[in-house]
């Protein structure tokens, strides 16, 4: 299982961390991934982290501003959001997956968490 939280209401160019922890069957050995799906859009790849937290990928509309981590002694994997745009508004999903490539499409994720809202206002 997955939790994600830490969403809100923020301002343009404010800040916002998001935290997803997982227990269960998912495991420190797993790549972490976040995606967002905005009002009427499709649901699509914010940022993933490999096992070790040494591999990650980013979306081109959020490098520079969003940085993924994680913690494996805490089973917690985070998002860092800064420089928030309105544009970054959506519920935003962690996802797990057992692999070694990092995967940046959500079929090739194995578990998800409920989600979490973020709305940036202008």
């Known amino acids: 299982q997955l939790q994600a939280s830490g969403g809100g209401l923020v301002q343009a160019g404010g800040t916002l961390r998001l935290s997803c922890v997982a227990s269960?069957?998912?495991?420190?050995?797993?790549?972490k991934g976040w995606f967002r799906q905005a009002p009427g859009k499709e649901r699509e790849f914010v940022a993933a982290?490999?096992?070790?937290?040494?591999?990650?990928q980013y979306a081109d509309s959020v490098k520079g501003r969003f940085t993924i981590f994680r913690d494996n002694a805490k089973n917690t994997a985070y998002l860092q959001m800064d420089s928030l745009k309105p544009e970054d508004t959506g519920v935003y999903f962690c996802a797990a997956a057992d692999r070694f490539l990092i995967p940046t499409t959500s079929g090739q994720y194995d578990y998800w968490g409920q989600g979490t809202l973020v709305t940036v206002s202008s």
């Open positions: 269960g069957r998912t495991s420190s050995r797993d790549c």
């Open positions: 982290i490999g096992w070790n937290g040494f591999r990650t």
